[in-house]
């Protein structure tokens, strides 16, 4: 009977008042303090990175509480400076929330190298697109005396022989020894001159 009397007395529905306020209390404060930690409905804008350098955007990010990640670099792009960045995600301008992530990518310090290929024995017109194809860019032709007309005999970088399967980089520019369609020993003929140098026509 005590303990009935007990819950139906006043002091414990004022006990249960009081608690029920506690508890009102501390929700409330549990997620006030939820609301601050995670930044609800507050935003910072991505800022743009490209053509920056890491250093600058490192302070960037961090003058705005989001974190740089670097990734991979991409191919070489000329139109940005050497190790600048080339692109971003998210991209800039976003809304996002503090800490996060930023991803950028940076340019490299140079074209990739790609090897050479087996050219020789090929006509020019085989050999200069498959070269084109991977990168590389056609440069002058040398004749010489060989009764294969515009056969590749060799090739050349800066004026120095060159062997299939050397790396260069991408962009360089090869030179062609081609022959001219005369037997060596043999008097040229109307179209070819003996080692003589021209610029590529396509070129």
Known sequence: MSFFKFITSKTFFIQLALAVVAIV????????????????????????LKGKSINT??????????VMVIQDSANFNPDYPRFSVIEQDPVANAKVKENRKIYITLNP??????????????????AKPSIEAIGFKAGK?????????????GLEYKGKPLEAGTKLPKTAVI?????NGNRPGSAPNNESTNDVEEQSSEE
């Open 25 to 48: 209390i501390l929700v409330f404060l549990v997620l006030m303090w939820l609301d601050t930690s995670t930044n609800k409905g507050e935003f910072v804008m991505v800022p743009d």
């Open 141 to 153: 032709k040398r004749y010489i005396d060989n009764i294969g007309k515009d056969v590749v005999l």
């Open 175 to 179: 030179d062609f020894v081609l022959g």
């Open 57 to 66: 955007s490192k302070i960037e990010l961090e003058n705005k509480d989001l």
């Open 109 to 126: 310090s140079g074209y990739r190298k790609i090897e050479v290929p087996d050219l020789i024995q090929r006509t020019y017109r085989q």
